[in-house]
């Protein structure tokens, strides 16, 4: 009887972790891909404002990113924000040349770069999970929002206070989700976006069109946020406000004299003079000499306020125990002091140079030219006219999320946003900057007024509705009267909490989601035969 041979049997195991996670496209493709991705955010971004491009933008770098190494994913995300910052901050050059434009256009390239090492390694570390199951549809794009807004907030507030410019909450502001803000913030509606472009594209690698309840989870929370309402503040009468844009030589290099810029405005305020109103409103830098250390033009200021029966809220430089300000200042013809409200975040190697001993080494013609030194303002946000408390901001305050949420917390029943874009003439700073006044409306459901020195400046109601506007490069005065709200909106009360919880939350999640990715599994054993 022959011998029966037994087979040999090697036990290999298997694991899903052991086949590396394919890239989508191929690396030169995916390059052109950011690029691109950067061209589309910039289209969505006022003051073009195709806001639907915000998720193929978000979705087209997302893709890139998925299945590459660090080093690749930190050159996609740089090419993403070169191209995007590059186009979208063009003003920045406008006032000191091509090096400040630069300059910042490679910080927020390089920080984007950051933000894409850990979206690629998150997509690394989730990849184990089936790309079906509920955890890739709903929970990756939640980590991938998280992510995303993570970054945003970082710079928004590093280095020397951050640049919280470029949001994806603020493309919205012309499309059917702007009145989200008033409940999430601007903040949440940038991860919410994020979240809807993350979960579009986990749909497209589950199947696309052969898997379509993966597409589920981004319609739900589509229709959840397009049929969301703004919400509702309560109407506490009405005030009547007249704005004057003096288009007066109010240019860091324009030619002028001393007095100019406030003659201007007095001239443009003219109109206005015995017409009934409860406030006149002057943009920043409206005054050019410091009426707190200046008789003369506290006279000039007296003679305005008395002429338009009504306190004038106007701006100048201040310098008060050694410290220099940006400060408005309601002034009113009587002895009492006004009250004073200094800008709470100067711009730095704008309105100060931060580290002068450094940089007036490697750009000393350029730091040179910046003399002023403004300091950090510690006042509430908000003046009081009678019974109405007015909120404000001054210039690049508007940016800046705690600023207007102090406002609304000490009261504020309208806000008043003066500004000086006249370094900016031609170009698109000014329509950026008024796309946040209006999202600003929406969020704290109150009427804006936003002045700007030479245009364009725009009176806006709660709902963000532009409803009043002086043309750049022309002096106007105009009377408008707005509704005055009160409460808070959730966008208010949570916004803080959100811009802690959603970067915490994300880090939190992303430790879990590398342990569980380097844990060994339990792996089933294949047998293979041999011969």
Same mark, same amino acid.
């Given at each position: 009887m022959p011998a029966t041979t037994i087979p040999a049997t090697t036990a290999v195991k298997t694991s899903p972790a052991s086949t590396p996670l394919k890239a989508l496209m191929p690396l030169p493709v995916a390059v052109l891909a950011s690029a691109i991705a950067g061209v589309a955010m910039v289209l969505a971004s006022p003051a073009i404002g195709w806001w639907p491009l915000t998720f193929v933008s978000v979705t087209l770098l997302l893709s890139a990113l998925v299945g590459r190494r660090a080093t690749i994913a930190a050159l996609l995300g740089f090419t993403y924000g070169a191209v995007f910052y590059g186009l979208l901050l063009a003003w920045v050059g406008a006032f000191l040349g091509p090096l400040p434009r630069i300059a910042l256009t490679t910080l927020e390239a390089l920080l984007s770069g950051i933000g894409a090492v850990l979206i690629a390694l998150a997509y690394r570390w989730t990849a184990r999970t089936p790309r079906r199951s509920f955890a890739q549809i709903t929970l990756v794009p939640m980590l991938i929002g998280g992510l995303w807004t993570t970054g945003e907030l970082l710079a928004g507030s590093w280095p020397y206070g951050g640049f919280p410019w470029a949001r994806?909450?603020?493309?919205?502001?012309?499309?059917?989700?702007? *009145?989200?803000?008033?409940?999430?913030?601007?903040?949440?509606?940038?991860?919410?976006?994020?979240? %809807?472009?993350?979960?579009?594209?986990?749909?497209?690698? &589950? !199947?696309?069109?052969?898997?379509?309840?993966?597409?589920?989870?981004?319609?739900?929370?589509?229709? $959840?946020? @397009?049929?969301?309402?703004?919400?509702?503040?309560?109407?506490n009468g009405t005030f009547r406000i007249g704005w004057v844009q003096g288009n007066g030589p109010a240019g860091y290099f324009d030619r002028k004299q001393q007095g100019d810029l406030l003659a201007g405005q007095t001239a443009a305020s003219a109109p206005l003079f015995g017409r009934p109103m409860d406030l006149l409103v002057w943009p *920043?830098?409206?005054?050019?000499?410091?009426? /707190?250390?200046?008789?003369?033009?506290?006279?000039?200021?007296?003679?305005?306020?008395?002429?338009?029966?009504?306190?004038?809220?106007?701006?100048?430089?201040?310098?008060?125990?050694?410290?220099?300000?940006?400060?408005?200042?309601?002034?009113?013809?009587?002895?009492?002091?006004?009250?004073?409200?200094? +800008?709470?975040?100067?711009?730095?190697?704008? *309105?100060?140079?931060?580290?002068?001993?450094?940089?007036?080494?490697?750009? =000393?013609?350029?730091?040179?030219?910046?003399?002023?030194?403004?300091?950090? &303002?510690?006042?509430?946000?908000?003046?009081?006219?009678?019974?109405?408390? %007015?909120?404000?901001?001054?210039?690049?305050?508007?940016?800046?999320?705690?600023?207007?949420?102090?406002?609304?917390?000490?009261?504020?029943?309208?806000?008043?946003?003066?500004?000086?874009?006249?370094?900016?003439?031609?170009?698109?700073?000014?329509?950026?900057?008024?796309?946040?006044?209006?999202?600003?409306? %929406? *969020?704290? &459901?109150? #009427?804006? $007024?936003?002045? #700007?020195?030479?245009?364009?400046?725009?009176? @806006?109601?709660?709902? &963000?509705?532009?409803?009043?506007?002086?043309?750049? !490069?022309?002096?106007?005065? +105009?009377?408008?009267?707005?509704? /005055?709200?009160?409460?808070?909106?959730?966008?208010? $009360?949570?916004? =803080?909490?959100?811009?802690?919880? %959603?970067?915490?939350?994300?880090i939190a999640a992303l430790i879990v989601t590398v342990t569980r990715s380097h844990r060994r599994p339990s792996l089933p054993t294949r047998l293979i035969s041999s011969s």
């Open positions: 994806l909450g603020m493309t919205q502001v012309n499309g059917p989700l702007a *009145e989200v803000a008033s409940w999430t913030g601007v903040t949440g509606l940038s991860f919410l976006c994020a979240v %809807i472009a993350a979960a579009v594209l986990q749909w497209l690698r &589950g !199947g696309g069109l052969r898997f379509c309840l993966g597409l589920l989870p981004a319609i739900v929370l589509v229709g $959840i946020l @397009i049929v969301t309402p703004q919400f509702p503040t309560t109407s *920043e830098g409206s005054v050019d000499s410091d009426p /707190l250390r200046n008789p003369a033009t506290q006279t000039v200021l007296n003679q305005i306020s008395s002429a338009a029966g009504a306190p004038l809220l106007a701006n100048a430089a201040t310098t008060r125990n050694g410290q220099t300000f940006n400060t408005s200042m309601l002034w009113t013809p009587d002895k009492v002091s006004p009250q004073l409200y200094d +800008k709470r975040n100067p711009v730095p190697f704008g *309105e100060y140079v931060p580290d002068r001993w450094l940089y007036g080494k490697l750009a =000393p013609d350029l730091v040179g030219l910046i003399q002023r030194e403004y300091t950090p &303002g510690r006042t509430p946000s908000v003046v009081t006219v009678g019974n109405t408390t %007015i909120g404000l901001a001054i210039c690049f305050d508007v940016i800046f999320d705690p600023v207007l949420w102090d406002g609304a917390r000490n009261g504020a029943q309208v806000y008043v946003f003066q500004t000086n874009n006249a370094d900016f003439r031609g170009t698109d700073e000014n329509l950026q900057q008024l796309a946040f006044a209006r999202m600003r409306a %929406i *969020e704290t &459901g109150r #009427s804006v $007024i936003n002045i #700007s020195t030479a245009g364009t400046s725009q009176a @806006i109601d709660p709902t &963000g509705k532009t409803i009043a506007t002086a043309p750049a !490069g022309a002096a106007s005065a +105009k009377l408008t009267t707005v509704n /005055l709200r009160t409460g808070l909106t959730p966008a208010v $009360i949570l916004g =803080p909490w959100l811009s802690l919880l %959603i970067p915490c939350g994300t």
